[in-house]
């Protein structure tokens, strides 16, 4: 596998909360890996409120030939009603090489294992990269909304049990 997921420590989350990248990954990663401070920060908040589970933490993109962190992803909420919401990103050097495709179908894969019916991801309309990622994924449309920031979003779900593209590791 060209890439995997790194869960992020409670100590690495509070770093990044705090908008301090941990030093002992700092070398390795690109520039615009680490997810931002508001993320690490729901991810503890989530940690101290969630049931336990998979969704407690984020986890960090890792390009498996050299080891450099390439981008985050992680679940923005604990489930509700079978269905979890998922999100990542990825470094603006790193970008067009499968990582995002790879780490949101491992962290579909993620969600299954623990029991999780249906993941949800969100795309605005115009991120053309990003809706290219959710469809290799293996995500479905299912609908749309206005979402807490007042922007427009597409929704996409991937459900347990759905046959997964053989493909879905190529570049994004």
Known sequence: MPFTLFPLSRLQLEQLAAAHEPQDLAV?????????????????????????????????IVRTDDLRIVGACGFKAGPKNGRIEVGYGVAPAARGGGAAT???????GIAFEAGISEVLAEVLPENMASTRVVQKAGFARAGSRTDEDNEYVI???????????????GAT
Request: net charge positive.
């Open 155 to 169: 929704q996409w779900l991937c459900r347990s049990g759905t046959p997964r593209r053989a493909d879905s590791f």
């Open 28 to 60: 390795r990663a690109e520039l615009g890996s680490f997810p931002p401070p508001f993320v690490a920060a729901r991810a503890l908040k989530l940690a101290a409120e969630a049931e336990p589970g998979p969704w407690l933490t984020a986890f960090l």
């Open 102 to 108: 790879m780490a949101l179908t491992l962290l579909t």
